[in-house]
Structures are given as structure tokens and as C-alpha cells.
């Protein structure tokens, strides 16, 4: 069976309410509870917490940023993770965005592959308990960590450009796709195997991790509601990114009519031009609705599907949503 698991998107910063949702996802039989970097929590340490208080369920970072953390800390964070959760933990790594890896950590953002192949080199190596492969040039003498290996650890490349799908095929043990239309998996799929070919693995299998809003309602105009507020959030509020690559995906036309009907911040309308975007990037529907459409994932490729559930829900629809999805 395909497995399923949880997450918040960034705007969600109430810690208990966080740890709340990874229990009962886990006492609900969810696979996997993933947190994203963001501007608030440090997300490896909300996740040792988690670790603490659950048994089972998968853990993983969706995702840690390639710029403000080095590899030394990536791999230190990822070995205490794997010890405290027993094994459980997966590091989900990506690009983030312009805005926050300048406007928060106050590092350059340029093209991230190279920074990608680096970090998942370097990671993986120290993982392994070799020493690092230091790509600085300072003369120092490479370290080991001081910690048992956690070779076992997989690593998961989050992107939507092609070189960074054909990255993940080539190095990662997952790709972890966000706002990827489903009816693209194919291509994404084609990519993978390029990666894997270039690699050297032509037969290497990579994970397929995707990460969905997902929004459930009893109603489904609140449900739809729910979804093309995320549609508009992404499009119009987190800078050029998401606009540029979905729009070069072949969704040009619906990303316009969406950026042309929310020209004021905090406006959600999805035009009925613009529709088919609910259906390729979002979980929603009543509970029905929503699990077909889950289930299209799955058909479309997807090993384990991580679901952001929306900011700011109240416990009973936080689980009204674990009951309707799971």
C-alpha cells in the first residue's frame, strides 16, 4: 500500500499544536510526520521533540535549506535524529527560496544544484563515517563525526527544475516534488531515470515523495475555498519561483489568470480558467473527494505522500482531516 503521511505548512507556528498533530497522526496509523524549515521553530530540534513523544511514525525534514546550515551541521543533526527516533528519521533537503535564505540568514542565493550536489556528497559521506569530502580548499584536514555511522539515513532532494530532478535520480534516495502537477509525473519520472542513468545506475529506483496542501470540509465550497487559498498563496505571496516553474510546466495561461484575479496580498480566487490548478497541485474535497484525489497521486507514482494541512485549524478539524485522509 501506498503509505501517507502529515504536515504543516509554514505559517503554522504553534508548537504544541505541531506536536499535537504528529500524535495523533501516529495514534491514527499515519506513516510519516515531516516538518519544513521555516521562519520560526527550529525544525531538527521540534523533531527530537516529536521523536520523544512518538513510537512509530516516520520523521523527516520537508525541507532543511542547502544554505543556512553546513554539512557538518546537516550531518550532526541528521545521526542525532536517526539515534533519538530510533531509526525513523529522513533528511529532506531543497533550495528554499530567495527571500528567505537572503532575508533571513543572510547568505547569497544563486543556482542550487552545485550547492545540492555538494551538501548530499558531503552529508552522505559523514553519515557513512567517512571524512568529509571538503570542497573548500583551506588546507585543513578533513573530520569524521565522533558518532557511530547512520549510513542508513536516506536523503531526499526536494526541487521542480529538471537538473534538480535529474539530481535527485543521480544521488538522493527520494524526490521530494512541492506544487508539481500531478499530470507531469511522467516527465518527472523520465527525469529521474536520466539521473540515474548519468550516475552510472541505469536500474536505481528513486523514491518519489511528494508534498500536497491537502484542505477537507465537510462542505466542498469550503473545501475549494481552502484550496485556492493555497493556489493564490504560493502564486502571489512567495516571490517569482513557484509562478515561473508551474507556468513552464505547460500551466502559463492559469497562472496568469490567477496572479491577474488577486492584484491585493490576502486575496484567494482561483478563476474558473484557472481551475484545473486545484485539481493538478491540491488533496481537497470532502472526505471522499479528497481521497480520490490522494489516490490519483499514488497512481501517478508517489511511494509516500506528504499532506500540508492548513494554518491555523482548530483540533476538531485537524481531525477531521487525519480521520478523512488516513
Known amino acids: 500500500m501506498p503509505a501517507v503521511g502529515v504536515s504543516v505548512m509554514p505559517l503554522e507556528n504553534r508548537r504544541p499544536t505541531i506536536v499535537r498533530l504528529a500524535t ?8 510519516a510526520f515531516y516538518l519544513p524549515e521555516t521562519w520560526a521553530y527550529d525544525t531538527t530540534v521540534l523533531l527530537a521533540e516529536v521523536a520523544a513523544r512518538t513510537q ?12 543556512g546550515r553546513s554539512p557538518g551541521t546537516l550531518a550532526m543533526a541528521a545521526a542525532t535524529l536517526h539515534d533519538v527516533s530510533g531509526g525513523r528519521f529522513a533528511l529532506g533537503l531543497g533550495a528554499s527560496t530567495k527571500q528567505l535564505v537572503e532575508g533571513l540568514h543572510d547568505v547569497p542565493f544563486h543556482a542550487p544544484v552545485e550547492q545540492m550536489r555538494r ?12 571524512r568529509i569530502p571538503l570542497a573548500a580548499g ?21 526541487g521542480l527544475s529538471s537538473e534538480t530532478i535529474r539530481l535527485a535520480g543521480e544521488l538522493a534516495d527520494g524526490w521530494m516534488p512541492f506544487l508539481f502537477p500531478r499530470s507531469r509525473m511522467p516527465e518527472g519520472i523520465a527525469l529521474l531515470r536520466e539521473g540515474a542513468a548519468r550516475g552510472g545506475a541505469p536500474d536505481r529506483v528513486t523514491k518519489i515523495v511528494p508534498c500536497m496542501p491537502a484542505v477537507v470540509a ?4 469550503e473545501a475549494r475555498k481552502g484550496a485556492a487559498w493555497f493556489v493564490t498563496f504560493y502564486l502571489t505571496t512567495m516571490g517569482p519561483f513557484y509562478p515561473r516553474i508551474i507556468s513552464r510546466l505547460g500551466f502559463e495561461k492559469e497562472v496568469q489568470a490567477v ?5 491585493t496580498r490576502g486575496s484567494a480566487v482561483v478563476p474558473p480558467e484557472a481551475e484545473a490548478l486545484l485539481d493538478e497541485l491540491i488533496v481537497y474535497g470532502t472526505p471522499a473527494e479528497a481521497r480520490a484525489r490522494l489516490a490519483r497521486w ?4 508517489a511511494a509516500l505522500s506528504i499532506l500540508l494541512l492548513p494554518p491555523n485549524l482548530d483540533p476538531a478539524q485537524m481531525d477531521f482531516a487525519l480521520d478523512a485522509l488516513r
Request: proline share 6%; aromatic share 4%.
Open 259 to 263: 496572479i491577474a484575479a488577486n492584484p
Open 298 to 301: 499514488h497512481e501517478a507514482g
Open 24 to 31: 495523533e497522526a501516529e495514534r491514527r496509523g499515519y506513516d
Open 138 to 158: 583551506t588546507g585543513a584536514r578533513a573530520l569524521r563525526l565522533n558518532l557511530p555511522a547512520a549510513s542508513d539515513v536516506p536523503i531526499y532532494l526536494a
Open 218 to 221: 465537510a462542505d466542498p465550497e
Open 119 to 130: 551538501l548530499i556528497t558531503q552529508v552522505r559521506a559523514l553519515l557513512k563515517g567517512e
Open 56 to 67: 512509530r511514525i516516520g520523521l523527516g525534514t520537508g525541507i532543511v535549506g542547502v544554505w
